[in-house]
């Protein structure tokens, strides 16, 4: 290689070497006047944000929001700021528009009970609401408060021609979501604990086909509530998931799945009721249904059985049915029937 083309070679290295250097010190030099100029950015006062991701429809407790440090030059109107919003007033409330973990929560974004649209906007998408009379006894005492999931237990008495009754008491709905006892969709609070108190109404989250079950079920008898235990929905999805009622496509996202899973955790049931008779708990009241139909019509007893067959002497020994009183005598396991005389 002569020695003018080993300089331009050199050369040529060397004007990369310092384009690098250059290219890396402009990136550098950009960069970190940003993250001086982030880090130096005044913190402003406390604003209430979501704790965790809070869909449509969703009522919210004092563990869902909370209030964290926000930048003084993104603190917006529309914002609830520690010192002058009540957090109190808006337990209860629901979201109306989805609000991300971590983001503020804006006035806008939830609606408070008696303003218009609050009920609709409690419901799930494709949901219904319905509500069901009440009382201190078929209310679990006052213990069931907005947000909780009950299942719905009828009692009933199926009366029969005979003059007899059979008393039966059914478990069927489960999983039901409860948006409000009474008129109230919030917890009342009295010195910082929750005030239990009775009511006379329930109103619940069903689906069309189960608003329907539960207006037939008021008219037959009578409708309890039962509070689930907050680990049975969990049980419940892992007997769902290993049979396959509940399925995860496969490369879902861990976000899709959570909603998945979410949506299988809080879906009311119609299927799987269990039912108790007054004979599995009392040995003087009916286990079954007696001989009668539940409409009036009696039922048909089976014929009875006809005469067993005798061979009589005239015929050649053939087998005839026996003609006026006859008396059955049994001889180990035969039995014959003899005609009575007359005479």
């Keep these: 290689m002569d020695k003018k083309k080993l300089l331009l070679l050199v050369g040529a290295l060397i004007v990369a070497i310092g384009t690098a250097f250059a290219a890396r010190s402009l ?15 005044p913190l402003g006062p406390k604003v209430l944000v979501a704790q965790r991701g809070l869909p449509v429809g969703t009522i919210i407790t004092a563990d ?36 991300t973990a971590g983001e503020p929560v804006t006035q806008g974004s939830l609606v408070a009970p008696g303003d218009r649209g609050f009920l609709a906007a409690a419901l799930q ?44 008491s059914e478990t069927i709905l489960k999983n039901l979501r409860v948006l409000a006892t009474d008129q109230s969709t919030e917890q009342e609070m009295v010195e910082g604990k929750t005030r239990v108190r009775t009511f006379s109404t329930v ?12 207006a037939v079920a008021q008219t037959i008898g009578t409708i309890s509530l039962s509070l689930r235990s907050l680990s049975d929905n969990s049980s419940e999805l892992e007997q769902a998931v290993a049979s396959g009622t509940v399925k995860v496509p ?15 955790m809080t879906r009311p049931l119609d299927r799987g009721s269990t039912f108790v ?7 003087f009241q009916r286990k079954t249904m ?23 002497p005239a015929m050649g020994g053939a087998p005839m049915a026996p003609r006026g009183p006859v008396v059955r005598i049994t001889r180990g396991k035969t039995t014959e029937a003899v005609p009575v005389s007359s005479r």
Excluded: C
């Excluded at 990136?27 to 950015?41: D, L, N």
């Excluded at 078929?138 to 719905?152: K, Q, R, S, Y």
């Excluded at 496969?250 to 299988?264: D, H, I, Y």
């Design 250 to 264: 496969a490369g879902a996202s861990k976000a899709e799945e959570e909603r998945l899973l979410k949506a299988a």
């Design 27 to 41: 990136f550098s030099g950009a960069s970190t006047p940003q993250a001086e100029a982030a880090a130096k950015m």
């Design 203 to 214: 109103t619940l989250e069903v689906t069309p086909k189960i608003a329907e079950e539960v």
């Design 64 to 99: 869902s929001i909370g209030y964290q440090n926000w930048p003084k030059d993104m603190v917006q109107d529309a914002y609830f700021v520690e010192g002058e919003a009540d957090m109190a007033k808006l337990l209860g409330t629901v979201v109306r528009n989805p609000i």
């Design 125 to 168: 998408p494709g949901m219904r609401a319905v509500t069901i009379p009440v009382s201190a006894r078929t209310g679990v005492a006052g213990f069931v408060f907005p947000g909780d999931h009950i299942d719905l237990v009828l009692t009933q008495t199926v009366k029969v021609n005979e003059g007899q009754a059979l008393k039966a």
């Design 277 to 283: 008779t007054g004979g599995d708990v009392s040995r």
């Design 290 to 312: 007696p001989l009668t139909e539940l409409n009036g019509a009696p039922r048909q007893d089976p014929a009875p059985a006809a005469p067993p067959m005798m061979r009589g």
